[in-house]
Each structure stands twice: as structure tokens, then as C-alpha cells.
């Protein structure tokens, strides 16, 4: 694939994922492809956010890293998979508990929050994780992140997203955040 056409594509993917900070549609810009990431700043006005995401793997999903000036060092973590059509409620559907792992490494439970927003494609999925620091670590040096969503208790969900330089593009994100705060 060319360079433009590579860009274009991250430029596209960037704006359909844009809108995962709160049903607002945040400008994308600064889009760096890295491997099988992406890394990008999204504003809104005066407000930065800076994310780096997986969005090879899937068609209609994303799991994101996304930094926040004045906590650089807590990023949180995000799942978008496209519903198709845009909701009319911003509401929490679910709370369940939730696995992820990166390759055979530690087994990270915590909870997830299900949510849309009003006039967003997106079905969200928030992670709340006790050592979320470790999980990342982790994911610096993984090939594969695996995700375990109880939709129910005979329900599961599983999801895998490659981990194909997300060193890089979660360095960059960070690294701008970072730049922000000075």
C-alpha cells in the first residue's frame, strides 16, 4: 500500500473512532501509523486527548490507549465496535466482568462497562482494571491482547487484537501528552 493511501486509510479509521470520548466528535489529526496501531491527537476546542488503537484487526472495532494531559501516566482503556446505526440514548447497558491477557501472561480481571452514546455508531466498552499499569507493560512486549466479556454468566465474549507495535504508537501518544502538560 502507498504512503498516501496508507494515510488516508489511518485518516478514515481515525474519524470513524473519533467519537469514543463522550458522544462529542473530536477533530483527529497528527495520524501515525505504526505496524498494526495507529497513534493521533484528538481536540475539541481547547481540549487533547491523544490515543494510540488497534484497528486492523476488525472491521467494525477498536481497542484504544488513550492519554490524558495532567494524567499521562493512568491512561484509559477503550473498546469501540460500530452498532451500524446511531443510538438515541446515552445510557450504561451492562457492568461485567471481564479477562484480558496479553500472550501467556497474567490474567488481568476486572470490570466492564457497556455503554453507547446518544448519536454515536458505537457500542463502548470501558475497562476498570487493578493493575492496569502491569497489563500495559505487557502489552509493550506482547504479540496478542485477549479479551474475556461475561455478557452473561454462560455467555462469554472473545475478542483478539494484535499487538504489532504497540509500543511505538502508545510512546508517541504518551510522549505527546507528556509535551501537553509542560
Sequence with gaps: MSLRLAR???????????GSAGAVQFNVAEVERHGAWQSMTLSLGEERLYRALEGNTYADA?????????????????MRVDLGERQSESRVANRVPVDLRVDEQTIHAGQAEFRTERGDSGFYVQFDLPRQRLLL??????????????????????????????????????????????
Design 8 to 18: 488516508f486509510a489511518a485518516a478514515l479509521i481515525g474519524l470513524a473512532l473519533a
Design 62 to 78: 477498536h481497542f484504544g490507549v488513550t492519554f490524558t494531559p495532567g494524567a499521562c501516566e493512568a491512561p484509559w482503556l477503550e
Design 137 to 182: 507493560d505487557e502489552m509493550r512486549r506482547g504479540e496478542l491482547l485477549r479479551l474475556r466479556l461475561m455478557r452473561a454468566p454462560d455467555d462469554p465474549w472473545f475478542m483478539v487484537f494484535a499487538l504489532d507495535d504497540a509500543t511505538d504508537a502508545m510512546a508517541r501518544a504518551r510522549e505527546a501528552c507528556r509535551r501537553d502538560n509542560r
